[in-house]
């Protein structure tokens, strides 16, 4: 996986050594689960065969950051299209250096040469995290808004179609009125993509964490949006719902408020239909 373009300062470089502790903790490093930053490392790895590429920015042997590309087709997030490659992410260890703008730049030229664009599921008002502005900028446009999520586009080849997301198609569980043994009353379905976490899903481990005190009254579903099966089932890559109500969107879940979450489940009915956030994209 590894290559190697000079540009200026920066020289490109995919997955190794002296990166991938710093590309596989998202620039946390050592301050990260070392069993979720392996997992992540092995799946990143499995998948380059499949279309998979990590660009890494490096200044010397130091990485500045790095973007996560995959064909949009088929992709393991609730986004749909042709002809491009979707931007999973741009992640810049050290703000103010154009390092992200020369990351999307070099992630451009590449797509190009496999006659693809670009997608990303850019953030609306949100500080940080893929935002919208700081695409607009680079020329992408809006080919769909959903709640503060934009899909966005550039590139595309002549005839592709625009990108769009999946129509949402979660139903809340079919619990039993009295619970009881083998009858669960709360039940926590996290959908996850491996893109972000490997094949190891921090949040469902939260999650079983805060239901472990409950017994068989909470039970933790976890389910891979790495499958494409999943995705079309129930239109979602990331997501925590607790009895139909999506968590509100927002940083990793903590033990705290997963036992929140179940604690208010427990005192009040379940809905008939899902309960949506769609605020920001949940894949950070």
């Known amino acids: 996986m590894t290559s190697h373009r000079d540009s200026g300062e920066l020289s490109w470089r995919g997955l190794e050594p002296a990166n991938w502790l710093e590309v ?19 799946y990143l790895i499995a998948q380059a065969g499949a279309g998979l590429e990590i660009l890494v920015a490096h200044h010397g042997e130091r990485p500045l950051g790095f973007a996560q590309t995959a064909p949009v087709e088929g992709v393991a997030r609730d986004v749909e299209g042709e002809g491009a490659v979707l931007l999973h992410c741009v992640n810049v260890f050290s703000s103010g250096r154009g390092v992200g703008r020369a990351l999307v730049h070099e992630v451009r030229r ?22 919208e502005d700081f695409f607009a900028r680079l020329g992408f446009r809006v080919a769909q808004a959903k709640g503060q999520r934009r ?51 921090e949040e469902a481990a939260v999650a079983r964490r805060a239901a ?3 017994g068989d009254r909470v039970l933790v579903r976890e389910w891979n949006c790495g499958d494409a099966g999943v995705r079309g089932r129930f239109g979602v ?13 927002g940083d990793t879940i903590t ?16 809905p008939v239909t899902a309960v949506w956030d769609d605020s920001i994209s949940r894949l950070f």
């Open 151 to 201: 899909l966005m586009y550039i590139d595309l080849p002549t005839g592709a179609g625009l990108p769009r997301y999946f129509e949402p198609r979660y139903s809340p569980p079919d619990l039993h009125p009295d619970g009881g043994p083998g009858h669960p009353e709360v039940i926590v379905d996290v959908f996850f993509t491996p893109l972000c976490s490997g094949l190891l899903s």
């Open 237 to 249: 890559a990331r997501a925590v719902f607790v009895n139909g109500v999506m968590r509100p969107n």
């Open 212 to 214: 472990a005190s409950y």
């Open 110 to 131: 590449r797509a190009a040469k496999l006659g693809r664009g670009v997608v990303v599921d850019a953030c609306a008002g949100v500080w940080g995290f893929m935002p």
């Open 24 to 42: 596989c903790s998202c620039g946390h490093g050592r301050a990260c689960d070392q069993s979720l930053v392996e997992s992540r490392r092995q």
């Open 255 to 270: 033990l705290e408020e997963a036992g929140d979450l179940i604690a208010m489940a427990l005192g009040r009915p379940a």
